[in-house]
């Protein structure tokens, strides 16, 4: 599960300065933006992953965020529908790609749910509510992820964050990155806490041989190298303005067989 060969990815456009956000950092810089990016996708590249970055979308400033509005496997991908009014056509956007890559596209018809509140586990995928994935929209992608024949569970984690993932992310398939207050909520599973002072940490990206981790988080950084994990640094101080992180920037699948 931690295994790409394929990504998607988009180019963030002038507009990325007034995206949304629930904490007001400043806007960020569009050229920093871009050269953290751009250096986003370079290391998805050196870990053995064919990107496509497809052209800005200037009608749509958070549209560089491309998992929120789409999920991809192997088996197919499915059209979120985001909760943000802004962000509503994006899945219509991104649907003549998703077309062109996948044999099977399905899209949600109901409810509201974004990728940033969906969480792959070896035991199930998980779905968090939150302001943007709410109980109609939640309901509803189980039922689409349910006809893949993959298991979906609905899960409420603790207020206080944009997405499921802003709290937490995979590290390997039996151990989570997590706060202390989500240190009980994977039963079954490891849960390396971030140190204190850097939950925003908690997002990372593991594909492939590495981990993707924000740079800025020494600590946290020191206790997966520590622990064994190759890590990544990279930089997101533009790109976490828009309360935004690593698994957020793509959508990520590997070829059948």
Not at 3 to 29: E, I, N, T, W, Y
Not at 87 to 109: C, S, T
Request: with cysteine; proline share 8%.
């Amino acid at each position: 599960m931690f295994r790409f060969d394929r990504a998607l990815a988009r180019a963030p456009a002038d507009s990325a300065a007034s995206g949304l956000r629930a904490v007001d950092r400043g806007a960020p810089d569009v050229d920093r933006f871009r050269a953290e990016h751009a250096a986003y996708i370079r290391a998805l590249e050196a870990a053995g992953v064919a990107v496509d970055v497809l052209p800005p979308l200037a009608g749509f400033p958070d549209s560089v965020f491309m998992e929120d509005p789409a999920l991809t496997f192997p088996e197919a991908a499915i059209l979120l529908r985001p909760g943000a009014p802004s962000r509503r056509g994006e899945a219509a956007e991104l649907e003549p790609e998703l077309q062109r890559r996948f044999d099977r596209v399905l899209a949600m018809e109901d409810g509201c749910a974004e990728g940033g509140d969906v969480l792959v586990t070896p035991r199930a995928v998980m779905i968090g509510l939150s302001g943007r994935t709410d109980d109609r929209g939640a309901a509803e992608l189980a039922r689409l992820l349910t006809g893949l024949g993959r298991k979906a569970e609905i899960v409420a984690p603790p207020s206080g964050a944009l997405h499921f993932k802003t709290l937490c992310s995979l590290l390997d398939g039996e151990t989570i990155l997590a706060p202390d207050r989500l240190a009980g909520f994977f039963p079954g599973m490891r849960v390396v806490r971030v140190p204190p002072g850097e939950e925003a940490a908690a997002n990372v990206l593991r594909i492939n041989g590495v981990v993707l981790i924000g740079a800025g988080f020494p600590r946290t950084a020191e206790l997966l190298d520590r622990l064994g994990y190759r890590i990544v640094p990279l930089a997101v101080s533009e790109i976490g303005k828009l309360d935004a992180g690593l698994t957020c920037l793509s959508l990520r699948w590997s070829r059948p067989g």
